[in-house]
């Protein structure tokens, strides 16, 4: 079983950066790809970023591509977001999961507005 908590939201003003983490405990953590995935008020869930478990493979949604970085470390079970030129779409509730959505974390808020 794997366990997922989120942190490092925050309000940023637009064209500001943030870092999200995403810490995970049991065993099984480093055999899953990681996804991370947000939601707007109002709007559906997104994928926007998902890295396999050895981190040989990133892919992003086309409306964070080039802005946005995941990356994760084994070692300490954990999983990052890194978001730069942030915008006011960028807001929103940011969720880690496993790829095969099995497991998921409570979400952290981020907010984008001067």
Same mark, same amino acid.
């Given at each position: 079983?794997?366990?997922?908590?989120?942190?490092?939201?925050?309000?940023?003003?637009?064209? &500001?950066?943030?870092?999200?983490? *995403?810490?995970? $405990?049991? =065993?099984?953590? %480093?055999?899953?790809?990681?996804?991370?995935?947000?939601?707007?008020? &109002? !709007?559906?869930?997104? !994928?926007?970023?998902?890295? $396999?478990?050895?981190?040989?493979?990133?892919?992003?949604? +086309?409306?964070?591509?080039?802005?946005?970085?995941? %990356?994760?470390?084994?070692?300490?079970?954990?999983?990052?977001?890194?978001? $730069? %030129?942030? !915008?006011?779409?960028? $807001?929103?509730?940011?969720? *880690? =999961?496993?790829? +095969?959505?099995?497991?998921?974390?409570?979400?952290?808020?981020?907010?984008? %507005?001067?």
């Amino acid at each position: 079983q794997v366990q997922l908590v989120e942190s490092g939201g925050n309000l940023v003003q637009p064209g &500001g950066s943030l870092t999200l983490s *995403c810490a995970a $405990t049991g =065993a099984t953590f %480093s055999t899953y790809a990681i996804t991370w995935s947000r939601q707007a008020p &109002g !709007k559906e869930r997104e !994928k926007i970023a998902r890295i $396999t478990r050895n981190s040989l493979a990133r892919d992003y949604a +086309d409306s964070v591509r080039g802005r946005f970085t995941i %990356s994760r470390d084994n070692t300490e079970n954990l999983v990052f977001l890194r978001m $730069t %030129s942030l !915008k006011p779409d960028d $807001t929103g509730v940011y969720y *880690c =999961a496993t790829d +095969d959505d099995l497991y998921q974390g409570q979400g952290t808020q981020v907010t984008v %507005s001067s």
